[in-house]
């Protein structure tokens, strides 16, 4: 049975996204002897130096929830867009998010690690969709969007990145190369886009 020290350590890691720093807890009581001892027994994991988490929560998509959080104008996007949708091998080392352009960048906390890419409004509006997980909120681009990103950043991204997207989309039902194509268009990327299309039709 926990103990009520043990229940407040974890209530106050939970309120707080699931994770919370060192200065955090130390704020609310929590000295570093619990600390260590809620390490040891798989309470929590130490994420980084000075960083822990519930193990209990830790799974990418609670990950895209706290980020979101941290950045209410962020969109998971890019590399980040694309694991989650399943079109691609490579595991992002940090969570990407697309921001306006014309929004300031926020100060990003230590955890969890954040990339920041500045949209054109347009091109940051297009393709947003909302999913709910385990109450709270991830602001993703659809795959459509996604493929069209990754092709817009190929050349920072990969080629090789870029093409197993677009594998990938056109080997999933259902799809939609009509609005792949109309997303494509707006972004500009039309023509760069659609022969490597064509060759996999």
């Known amino acids: ?19 919370a720093t060192s200065a955090l807890l130390h704020a609310n009581g929590i000295d570093n002897r619990l600390i260590e001892k809620l390490v040891a027994s798989g309470t929590i994991d130490r994420v980084q130096r000075g960083v822990f988490q519930l193990a209990d929560v ?11 959080s941290i950045v209410p104008s962020g969109v998971v996007a890019l590399l980040s867009a694309l694991e989650y949708h399943q079109f691609t091998t490579f595991m992002a080392r940090e969570i990407n998010l697309a921001i306006p352009r ?7 906390p230590v955890y969890p690690p954040m990339k920041l890419t500045f949209f054109s409004n347009s091109a940051y509006s297009l393709g947003i969709t909302t999913l709910n997980h385990n109450g709270g909120c991830i602001r993703i681009y659809d795959p459509e969007k996604t493929v069209c990103d990754i092709f817009r950043y190929r050349h920072k991204l990969g080629q090789d990145i870029a093409l197993e997207a677009i594998k990938e989309y056109m080997r999933r039902k259902p799809r939609s190369v009509q609005k ?5 268009k707006i972004l500009r990327i039309d023509k760069k886009i659609r022969p490597f299309l064509e060759a996999l039709v």
């Open 1 to 19: 049975m926990k103990n009520n020290r043990v229940e407040n350590a974890e209530n106050i890691i939970r309120e707080n996204g699931g994770v």
């Open 58 to 68: 830790g799974d990418s998509n609670d990950q895209f929830v706290l980020a979101c």
């Open 102 to 108: 014309s929004a300031w960048a926020p100060k990003l």
């Open 180 to 184: 792949l194509m109309e997303y494509a």
